[in-house]
């Protein structure tokens, strides 16, 4: 899910997972920022929508993936705090 498009040409994508605690048998929200090139051809992105990216060659210091696919989604307030599983 995208949080940022400030940068240009770049955007900064959320990734939500659940790290299994096994000491009390419970899961626990985890979440990493990857930073993602994002080609003049997905001009439309904004905070909030789905994007596939893939690995690629380094492209700067904090760059390494780029933008496949954009779905468009429709969330209401904060992008952040949004926590989908799959």
Request: aromatic share 10%.
């Amino acid at each position: 899910m995208v949080v940022s498009t400030k940068m240009e040409r770049t955007v900064i994508v959320r990734t939500n997972y659940l790290h299994y605690i096994k000491k009390y048998n419970r899961f626990e929200k985890r979440h990493t920022n990857v930073a993602a090139h994002c080609s003049p051809s997905f001009a439309t992105i904004k905070e909030g929508d789905i994007v596939t990216i893939g690995q690629c060659r380094p492209l700067s210091k904090t760059v390494r993936f780029n933008v496949l696919k954009v779905q468009a989604n429709q969330i209401f307030g904060s992008a952040r705090k949004q926590f989908v599983l799959f």
